[in-house]
């Protein structure tokens, strides 16, 4: 009988770990980029890094769902997203990839250039057209 309950104990506590590292969260690539391009109501195109060594990064916003191009109101959401962030400077908090390969983000704009800590206004969920957030004040960094 005791070996048995301390085999019931080690599983418990082995379930209980393997919990615990299922649970924890994961922590967020950040990235300073200047938006490039912007594919539709929900994705953009990002040029990261320092200059002879960019990378392109395919970003899908967090928490947006927008037409595509092809449905109604898909120009409308992409010209929203672009006129939000076409050619500024943004930061990306980039927790996780999804299945096509683009970084799932965060997106916080740079709502003033020319500045040595320019602040930031998060795209995110909100009351925007066809589905797409509004820039609200966001963080100072």
């Known amino acids: 009988m005791p070996a048995a309950r301390t085999l019931r104990a080690i599983s418990a ?3 209980f770990a393997m919990l615990a590292m299922v649970s924890t969260p994961t922590r967020a690539d950040v990235y300073e980029c200047l938006v490039v391009g912007v594919a539709d109501g929900d994705t953009l195109t990002a040029r990261c890094g320092s200059p002879g060594l960019y990378e392109q990064v395919r970003v899908r916003l967090s928490g947006i ?3 595509e191009k092809g449905q109604p109101f898909g120009t409308r959401a992409r010209m929203a997203l672009g006129a939000l962030v076409f050619g ?3 930061r990306l908090e980039c ?3 999804d299945r096509y390969g683009r ?4 997106v916080w704009v ?5 500045t040595d800590r320019p602040a930031y206004a998060r795209c995110g969920p ?5 589905g ?8 100072r960094t």
């Open 88 to 90: 500024r400077i943004a």
């Open 103 to 106: 970084k799932v983000c965060s």
């Open 110 to 114: 740079a709502a003033s250039l020319g």
């Open 95 to 97: 927790p996780k990839s």
């Open 126 to 130: 909100g009351n925007g057209e066809a």
């Open 132 to 139: 797409h957030g509004l820039v609200v004040p966001g963080l």
């Open 65 to 67: 769902d927008a037409p």
């Open 13 to 15: 506590a082995g379930m």
